[in-house]
């Protein structure tokens, strides 16, 4: 039987390059939201959120070169950006992202790792970890 871990190298490509629409998606929120939020209390995790840009830009760029690699065109769409008047909202929103990115990275690592495709793996692996770092900043920051 087929699994969602069986997938072919064109759809490992196109599940990757759905995961690039969220990474664009999550730097221009970040942008939006280190901007607008305010409040003493914010002050830390605005610091946080506009280094979260970086790091998310970095990650759209390591995954466009693997989708690169594995002979497929990176995506130009961008995915569903959210935003909100309250701070916390906002800081839910972005807690919320991180949390589907690490529910998508984690699949794709198995994914690749079906197809023999090790250095894509490593590279999501390493993605995976900052996200990681991510949902603790905003859990730090939501008090949870
Ligand atoms: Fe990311
Ligand atoms: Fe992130």
Redo the contacts with the bound molecule.
Sequence with gaps: MRTEIDITKEELIEKINYDLQW?YA?AIQYIQHQSIISGAQYNNIRDELAIHVN??IQ?AIQLADQIDYLGGEPEIKVEEIKTSNDPKEMLKQDLQGERE?IERYKKRIKQSKSLDEYATAETIKN?LV??QEHEMDLMDALNL
């Design positions: 990474e999550a790091e998310e990650h990115a993605i900052t996200e």
